[in-house]
């Protein structure tokens, strides 16, 4: 499976993006899809997953219901939509698939894409 991430870019303070996260060479349709970030200077921290037919989604604490990830299995995508970003949400945001339907974060993530970048401007 090789992941894709798109849809990052440059927006400012209180403003939205929506991330797509693409599948090719396999389908990700029954694995559990999530959303990673990476600050510079900082550790990789979660941000949201979801189970391989949408009825379990997770978010980091630090989304506050700013954030909401669904999925489109019939077009093998998995998006984030991001709303009212701040400052401290600028990262590059990684999509990874796990091998199984459903995220365990004791288990982790097999495959990861490329990220997009995304920087918020205060």
């Known amino acids: 499976v090789q992941l894709q991430a798109s849809g990052g870019g440059l927006v400012q303070a209180g403003g939205s993006l929506r991330l797509s996260c693409a599948s090719s060479g396999r389908t990700f349709s029954n694995n559990a899809v999530g959303w990673f970030r990476q600050a510079p200077g900082k550790e990789r921290e979660f941000v949201a997953a979801?189970?391989?037919?949408?009825?379990?989604?997770s978010y980091g604490d630090f989304v506050e219901g700013r954030f909401t990830i669904s999925r489109d299995r019939n077009k093998n995508r998995v998006y984030l939509q991001m709303n009212s970003l701040k400052p401290e949400d600028t990262a590059v945001y990684y999509c990874?698939?796990?091998?199984?339907?459903?995220?365990?974060?004791?288990?982790?993530?097999?495959?990861w894409g490329k990220g997009t970048q995304v920087t918020v401007s205060s």
């Open positions: 990874a698939a796990s091998l199984g339907s459903y995220y365990n974060s004791d288990r982790g993530m097999y495959y």
């Open positions: 979801i189970s391989w037919n949408g009825d379990q989604t």
